[in-house]
């Protein structure tokens, strides 16, 4: 740890340390590609508000209702290929999500869902709102973590914890991950000097094989007359879509958030299509590129 940073760790007051600690993940993952949060108040979850408000360039939206606030974050994820962060207080609060976070576990849609919890002292005592909180979700989740109660001793790991929970949300099989943060009270402090950033991974994301080949390099990979691309969601560049299904004359079987219905090679009614047996037998294709 630098010595000017040490310097002002050792004058961090505990709600200071927390708040710290919350704006260092919010500062990772925005510099990863967070752009959004959604959070439904409570008093736990203090600490990681006010680091997320806070961030003038990221878009916060306050839900009061925690099963609307989950299908939120779901929506900008599904919309955005980009994980919101999903904070709630502590106790029963956090079960309202627990919909929401199936729904991203099976669609693939990345959620960062941030549990606050009671701090250990305060759990198996009868304290009010005080749910056992670990791994809640079950495995649904692509991970789940709980830091513990921040502690500027391991201020040097929190970079990469941020890092490493992105990063299973949004890797080759995005889903939620579940972060649960235990705090203690006080629960109101100021942010001070943050740990130095970590630069951001590179992110090859849905499109990776456009971006590597010319559309008429593939099509002369793919070089049969009867293919057909199925588009789904998820299609970053449909405009690559209609580019390589002129090249190969292939139509395109576009879903409805696939981008691609706009394209002159898209049907958009396949589904009625090739429920139909005799269409089906006729034109069945010899490739099929999704």
């Known amino acids: 740890m630098h010595g000017e940073y040490a310097r002002i760790v050792a004058l961090m007051t505990p709600a200071d340390t927390q708040v710290t600690f919350c704006a260092t993940l919010v500062d990772q993952w925005m510099a990863m590609g967070m752009r959004s949060a959604v959070v439904a108040p409570g008093s736990r979850s203090t600490p990681m508000a006010i680091a997320l408000a806070e961030r003038t360039d990221l878009q916060v939206h306050v839900v009061h209702d925690e099963r609307s606030a989950a299908f939120m974050a779901l929506g900008i994820g599904l919309a955005t290929g980009q994980p ?41 005592i009868g304290a009010p709102q005080t749910i056992d909180q670990a791994e809640l979700y079950g495995d649904v989740v692509r991970i789940y973590a709980n830091p513990g109660v921040p502690d500027e001793a391991m201020a040097g790991e929190w970079r990469g914890f941020a890092a490493q929970w992105w990063l299973a949300a949004t890797g080759d099989d995005p889903g939620p991950v579940h972060v649960n943060l235990p705090f203690r009270e006080p629960l109101v402090g100021t942010a001070r000097a943050l740990p130095d950033a970590m630069h951001a991974p590179p992110s090859e994301g849905d499109g990776w094989f456009l971006s590597r080949l010319e559309p008429e ?22 405009e690559v879509v209609g580019e390589l299904a002129g090249a190969l004359g292939w139509p395109v079987l576009a879903d409805p958030r696939s981008g691609c219905r706009h394209l002159p090679q898209a049907v958009c009614a396949f589904d009625s299509l090739v429920r139909h047996e005799a269409f089906a037998r006729d034109h069945r294709p010899s490739a099929v590129l999704h």
Do not use: K, W
């Not at 991203?104 to 919890?117: E, I, R, W």
């Not at 390099?217 to 449909?238: C, S």
């Open 84 to 124: 919101a962060a999903l904070l709630c207080t502590s106790g029963t609060a956090a079960t309202h999500f627990h919909a929401a976070v199936v729904e991203a576990d099976l669609s693939g849609v990345p959620m960062l869902v941030l549990t606050a919890d009671r701090p250990p002292e305060l759990q198996g």
């Open 217 to 238: 390099e593939l099509a002369a990979l793919l070089d049969t007359p009867r293919g057909v691309i199925v588009a789904g969601r998820g299609v970053d560049r449909p």
